[in-house]
C-alpha cells in the first residue's frame, strides 16, 4: 500500500519494461518487481548466501509515518547506539528507507559539533555551518586520537586490547598474543562510514564477535567492580571488629583489681 501511494510510477515501470527511469529515485539502487508485488532493491549482493530479506530489501519512502515508526523502532532496539547502527540495523531487517540518514538526522536532531583536520579547504566552510547552528572544531596537529571516523580504528583497538587484558595479572605470552588478535578483530571494520551502495555487505561474524566481546568486557567489569565491593564491605567489618576490640580492651585497663581496692593482695609468707 505504501509503495503503491508512492512509487506508482515505478511501479508501472517496472510492471511493463522491468527497469525504472533515470529520473526516479530508485534509478541507482537496481530494484526490481518481486512477485509478491513488492519493489526490492537489486545488486549483485543477490548472489550471496544471505536471507532474501537482507539481499533484497522492501524499499519504502522517507516520507512516509511507517519509515519513521521502523527507524524509531530499530533505534530503540539498538540501544541508542547511533546513526550507522541504527541504518545498518533497518537495512539487516529487510527494510530500505530512501534518505535514510537524512530522516534520522530529522528525527534525532542536527548536528551539532564537527571535528576535523585543519585542511585549509575546510576553514571556508566554518562560516557557513555556523549560520546554520553548526560549530567546527579543528583539531590540534598530530593529534589523531581527535580524530572523527577517520580515526576511530583506535578506539576499537583499545576496547580489544581492553577485553584481552581486562584484568592487571595475565599469564606470561598474552602479550603476544594480544596483536594479532587485536589485528583480527579491527580489520573486520572499514576505517570509514559505512557506505550505502546496495552492493555493500556488512561482516556479520566480525559484528557477532565484537558484540561477543563488548559483553565479556562488561561481564568482567561487573564480576571484579562485584569483588571490590565485596572487599570494602569484608574491610569494613574487620575495622568495625578491631574498634570494638580496642575499646574492650581499653574498658578493661581502666577498671580496677578489685583484689588490690580492698587490700587482698596475695598472702606474704
Known sequence: MVQRLHFAKELRALSSQNAVCRGSPLFKLDVFLEEDGLIRVGGRIRQSSLSDDVNHPVVLPSNHGLSRLIIQNFHQNTHHQGRGITCSEVRSHG???LSLQRRFVALRGSVIEIRCDQGTN?????????????DMV?????????GGVWE???????????????MKTH???EETQTPPEKEKLAHGESPTDQRTSPQFQLNYDIQLRRLQMEREIARQKLEMEERRAQQMME???????REV????EQRNRGRPNCREYFGGGDNES
Open 95 to 97: 527494510f530500505w528507507i
Open 122 to 134: 575546510l576553514v571556508g566552510a566554518r562560516n557557513d555551518l555556523m549560520k546554520m547552528g553548526c
Open 138 to 146: 579543528f583539531n590540534p596537529p598530530s593529534s589523531s586520537h581527535r
Open 152 to 166: 576511530r580504528m583506535i578506539g576499537v583497538a583499545r576496547r580489544i586490547i581492553e577485553g584481552i587484558l581486562i
Open 171 to 173: 599469564p606470561p605470552g
Open 235 to 241: 574491610k569494613e567489618l574487620d575495622l568495625r571488629f
Open 245 to 248: 576490640k580496642l575499646k574492650e
